[in-house]
């Protein structure tokens, strides 16, 4: 089953605006993971943020965590057509050990 | 870095065949490995657990005399869609699980039943 719910399920944006999704979670975390899927193509590990973690970058990428709402958010900054593409949150009750669960996913398309 | 190379990427077969898809971890063991299905423009679903040199573990609703899984070693973990349908078309991926460093995943199989 999934983990939970993401939102929005679909977003189009102008290239060079920002991006936000959200995540929300059922059970408790060590780490929630965001990953990317180009259409049709296998899955590109973006970031981890640990439970006791509240905000992480990388790049142009930002990730919170509010564990007492059990939500996260991706922001994209600065996108760029080349990030369109679905974008899915992901836990696990053992990381490393037990089976990712996946969000549902928001759709995000960028256009130049 | 790990990787799971997975084959075939891409498969068209005949409605009523067989299709096996391999998922092979190229420079470490992998103790486990999951598999997914994941339908077009919906999320990755969990279909079964495999663990190597035990029987599968498979989520409910999904048919296990369907999709047979194998883990006979530690490097390799198979699929196979019998009997394939028009509705066993969708995207298959496996991932390795890897103890604290995470997953590993392989780059995935679109399986087409005509």
């Known amino acids: 089953s999934q983990q939970g719910e993401e939102d929005p399920q679909a977003l189009s944006i102008q290239e060079g605006e920002n991006a936000t999704m959200n995540c929300s979670y059922k059970t408790s975390i060590n780490n929630l993971q965001w990953y990317r899927q180009n259409s049709g193509r296998g899955l590109v590990h973006l970031i981890l943020?640990?439970?006791?973690?509240r905000e992480k970058h990388s790049g142009r990428l930002r990730v919170t965590l509010d564990t007492s709402k059990k939500s996260s958010s991706l922001l994209i900054t600065a996108s760029r057509a080349a990030d369109t593409a679905s974008y899915f949150c992901?836990?696990?009750?053992?990381?490393?050990?037990?089976?990712?669960?996946f969000g549902k996913g928001t759709r995000l398309s960028v256009i130049a | 870095g790990a990787v799971v190379s997975q084959h075939p990427s891409r498969v068209i077969c005949k409605s009523g065949t067989s299709v096996k898809i391999e998922c092979r971890s190229l420079d470490f063991q992998a103790t486990t490995m999951f598999w997914y299905r994941q339908f077009p423009k919906q999320s990755l679903m969990l279909m079964a657990t495999s663990n190597e040199g035990s029987k599968a573990t498979y989520e409910q609703g999904v048919e296990k005399d369907k999709f047979l899984i194998n883990h006979a070693s530690l490097t390799l973990s198979t699929l196979t869609v019998t009997s394939a349908h028009p509705e066993d078309s969708s995207f298959y991926i496996c991932?390795?699980?890897?103890?604290?460093?995470?997953?590993?995943f392989g780059s995935g199989t679109r399986l087409t039943v005509v």
């Open positions: 943020i640990r439970s006791n973690e």
């Open positions: 991932s390795a699980a890897r103890g604290s460093t995470g997953y590993t």
């Open positions: 992901a836990t696990a009750d053992n990381p490393g050990n037990t089976p990712l669960v």
